[in-house]
């Protein structure tokens, strides 16, 4: 029988949630090498190739899909265990894994921590921000339970992996505009896509397929995007300050800071962005449907917010 470590199984688990050598190694604290021979060793003793670099980072073979499959049922087990060990003399906190893309975790997730914490005092949730592209590999590998992710059009399916991923539309909303109060935009409802030309664009850079964030995507020409940030605080100060404008999906609009204002654009219904609920296919714990339900309410909450 092959006796695989936790160790071994933890550094294949972070491989398939980050995928690359390098971004594991930052998140287990190895160096990059250490996890390569990791995955060599494990490869040696299950007797088949589990991982393949790629140009755009490291995929899991089928065999490593298997392995990697057991590896997150059996850690987590243990982990439960090692938590239940550690409050053996005090309440039992049930953990649910979340994860959300940056403008729910901003616009969304909040409303549904203060529900929980009020109603659901047990259920203990843990949040990762990243990208879709991050939190759908990490949905794979185990390492959420749940999490929020950006449909984009034409609103394909978070990746092309077998099984499927249960997926559910939580809100659907237009991409819009945000803009400073001195913006000479400010004060209107709605632009057309004309009006855009020339204007400064603070934006993220994208990951893979997904598209640039933060430019309107019908833009004529190379746009001047002279800022490129990674955080919505630096994004929206830059807006706020009159140097730039952004887009921004519906979600985000509850958290906009009051010197930044939402605006419509004309023609936009291609554009729609979608909040999307994901998990693995399969019997789901309550605390995990729980923890969905304050999701769908707190989505609900803010579009009755933009409505009003």
Same mark, same amino acid.
Do not use: C
């Given at each position: 029988?092959?006796?695989?470590?936790?160790? !071994?199984?933890?550094?294949?688990?972070?491989?398939?949630?980050?995928?690359?050598?390098?971004?594991?190694?930052?998140?287990?604290?190895?160096?990059?090498?250490?996890?390569?021979?990791?995955?060599?060793?494990?490869?040696?003793?299950?007797?088949?190739?589990?991982?393949?670099?790629?140009?755009?980072?490291?995929?899991?073979?089928?065999?490593?899909?298997?392995?990697?499959?057991?590896?997150?049922?059996?850690?987590?087990?243990?982990?439960?265990?090692?938590?239940?060990?550690?409050?053996? !003399?005090?309440?039992?906190?049930?953990?649910?894994?979340? +994860?959300?893309?940056? =403008?729910?975790?901003? +616009?969304?997730?909040?409303?549904?921590?203060?529900?929980?914490?009020?109603?659901?005092?047990?259920?203990?949730?843990?949040?990762?921000?990243?990208?879709?592209?991050?939190?759908?590999?990490?949905?794979?590998?185990?390492?959420?339970?749940?999490?929020?992710?950006?449909?984009?059009?034409?609103?394909?399916?978070?990746?092309?992996?077998?099984?499927?991923?249960?997926?559910?539309?939580?809100?659907?909303?237009?991409?819009?505009?945000?803009?400073?109060?001195?913006?000479?935009?400010?004060?209107? =409802?709605?632009?057309?896509?004309?009006?855009?030309?020339?204007?400064?664009?603070?934006?993220?850079?994208?990951? +893979?397929?997904?598209?640039?964030?933060?430019?309107?995507?019908?833009?004529?020409?190379?746009?001047?995007?002279?800022?490129?940030?990674?955080?919505?605080?630096?994004?929206?100060?830059?807006?706020?300050?009159?140097?730039?404008?952004?887009?921004?999906? !519906?979600?985000?609009?509850?958290?906009?800071?009051?010197?930044?204002?939402?605006?419509?654009?004309?023609?936009?219904?291609?554009?729609?962005?979608?909040?999307?609920?994901?998990?693995?296919?399969?019997?789901?714990?309550?605390?995990?449907?729980?923890?969905?339900?304050?999701?769908?309410?707190?989505?609900?909450?803010?579009?009755?917010?933009?409505?009003?």
């Amino acid at each position: 029988m092959t006796d695989f470590s936790l160790g !071994d199984l933890r550094v294949l688990r972070a491989v398939a949630a980050r995928g690359s050598f390098t971004a594991a190694a930052s998140e287990l604290g190895y160096t990059q090498s250490a996890i390569s021979k990791r995955v060599a060793a494990l490869e040696r003793m299950t007797g088949h190739t589990l991982a393949i670099r790629e140009r755009t980072g490291v995929r899991l073979t089928r065999a490593g899909e298997v392995l990697l499959g057991h590896a997150a049922t059996a850690l987590s087990a243990i982990e439960d265990a090692e938590r239940e060990l550690r409050g053996a !003399d005090a309440i039992r906190l049930r953990p649910v894994r979340l +994860g959300a893309f940056a =403008s729910a975790a901003a +616009g969304v997730v909040p409303s549904a921590l203060r529900r929980l914490a009020r109603d659901q005092p047990d259920i203990a949730v843990a949040l990762r921000e990243g990208t879709s592209a991050v939190l759908t590999r990490a949905l794979r590998a185990g390492s959420l339970d749940i999490s929020l992710l950006a449909g984009v059009p034409p609103h394909a399916p978070p990746d092309d992996r077998e099984p499927p991923l249960e997926v559910e539309i939580l809100a659907e909303g237009p991409l819009r505009i945000a803009v400073g109060t001195s913006h000479r935009l400010a004060g209107r =409802s709605r632009v057309h896509p004309a009006e855009l030309t020339g204007e400064r664009w603070v934006m993220a850079r994208s990951e +893979g397929q997904e598209r640039l964030l933060g430019v309107w995507p019908d833009s004529v020409g190379r746009p001047n995007a002279p800022y490129v940030v990674r955080d919505w605080l630096t994004k929206l100060q830059l807006v706020a300050s009159g140097m730039a404008i952004t887009t921004i999906p !519906d979600v985000l609009i509850p958290a906009l800071p009051p010197d930044v204002q939402p605006v419509s654009v004309d023609g936009s219904s291609a554009e729609r962005r979608r909040l999307l609920l994901a998990r693995m296919a399969g019997v789901t714990r309550p605390e995990t449907e729980t923890v969905a339900l304050a999701l769908r309410d707190a989505a609900v909450a803010t579009r009755a917010t933009r409505l009003a």
